[in-house]
């Protein structure tokens, strides 16, 4: 028998928990006869309102609480340690709000199970039940283009409420970021050589509550893609940026130079410290780029 954990992370969840865990457990004879035993973690990420209360109805679901609210990435983080400490062969990470149905948990553990996915991401655009809000249907045109360049991936919906992945990911997965889940593991899989999967799956008006997605969430996102490529590959991050001030060293010497040959300035360089400082920061960061990716390749 293989095992899977289906992880919920929940915050303010008081009028759609029960519902959720209820149509989870509704499937169970369903995985059971796939061969899977099925387990839910449920990880209450400091909910101030009646979410816990409820949740401690369940006896049979591994509950873990945050003190306090520290966001959808690390309620995540925590449930796929959870699962990755109890030996889960799977897992699923599904919402509960309501958005997603339990039965699509079914399907988008398909690819793992077929062993030709390592990662699975919902796709929501064929089967969504409602017009989603001018904003947020840009927004995720715009990540999930930025995440397909950044992966080579068929990206079709970079940000779902439903993923899945098998224990080749879920042993070695990073993410460092607390506040969204969604582009980090794509980017920290794809760069660990992971399969990766789509799979259509129903999406539904939220019933109740907001989502936590805002105006700062694209400044957010991309910090967090930032420290994943840090942690994977700094030196495309230290060793380009190093680069980049090296040429702007370079292209202002030469632009300061080729004046003074006009007679234009009395000096061969004029801005001589800036220049200096961006040669010595380009080198300290090719350098230190150079130092971190010895490190992270002998881990």
């Known amino acids: 028998m293989k095992k899977i954990s289906i992880i919920i992370p929940v915050f303010n969840e008081e009028k759609t928990i029960i519902k959720t865990i209820d149509s989870?457990?509704?499937?169970?004879?369903?995985?059971?006869?796939?061969?899977i035993t099925p387990e839910i973690i449920v990880i209450n990420d400091g909910s101030n309102d009646q979410s816990y209360k409820k949740l401690k109805k369940f006896k049979k679901i591994i509950l873990v609480s945050h003190n306090t609210n520290l966001g959808l990435g690390a309620a995540v983080r925590t449930g796929?340690?959870?699962?990755?400490?109890?030996?889960?062969d799977f897992v699923v990470?599904?919402?509960?709000?309501?958005?997603?149905?339990?039965?699509?948990?079914?399907k988008i553990i398909e690819p793992l199970l077929g062993n030709y996915s390592d990662?699975?991401?919902?796709?929501r655009f064929k089967k969504i039940s409602y017009?989603?809000?001018?904003?947020?249907?840009?927004?995720n045109k715009l990540f999930t283009g930025l995440m397909k360049k950044l992966t080579n991936w068929d990206l079709k919906d970079s940000q779902p409420g439903i993923f899945a992945v098998n224990k080749n990911y879920l042993d070695i997965f990073r993410i460092?970021?607390?506040?969204?889940?969604?582009?980090?593991?794509?980017?920290?899989?794809y760069h660990k050589q992971m399969r990766f999967a789509h799979v259509d799956v129903s999406f539904n008006l939220?019933?109740?509550?907001?989502?936590?997605?805002?105006?700062?969430?694209?400044?957010?996102?991309?910090?967090q893609l930032l420290m994943v490529l840090v942690g994977i590959k700094p030196m495309k991050v230290f060793g380009l940026t190093g680069l980049l001030?090296?040429?702007?060293?370079?292209?202002?010497?030469?632009?300061?130079?080729?004046n003074f040959f006009l007679g234009l300035s009395t000096k061969p360089i004029e801005n001589s410290n800036l220049v200096i400082v961006l040669i010595f920061l380009g080198v300290q960061l090719i350098s230190f780029g150079i130092l971190a990716q010895l490190i992270v390749e002998k881990k």
Do not use: C, W
Not at 93 to 99: E, H, S, V
Not at 179 to 187: A, K, M, V
């Open 131 to 139: 017009t989603m809000p001018f904003i947020r249907r840009i927004g």
């Open 80 to 88: 796929l340690n959870i699962a990755k400490e109890r030996g889960s």
């Open 245 to 258: 001030f090296l040429f702007l060293a370079i292209m202002i010497s030469f632009f300061q130079i080729y």
């Open 206 to 223: 939220r019933e109740s509550g907001d989502s936590f997605v805002s105006l700062k969430y694209p400044f957010k996102v991309i910090y």
């Open 24 to 35: 989870v457990i509704e499937i169970f004879p369903s995985l059971k006869k796939k061969k």
């Open 119 to 123: 990662i699975v991401y919902g796709n």
């Open 176 to 189: 460092p970021g607390d506040y969204n889940y969604t582009q980090q593991i794509l980017l920290d899989a």
């Open 93 to 106: 990470k599904f919402d509960a709000d309501l958005q997603h149905s339990a039965k699509d948990i079914n």
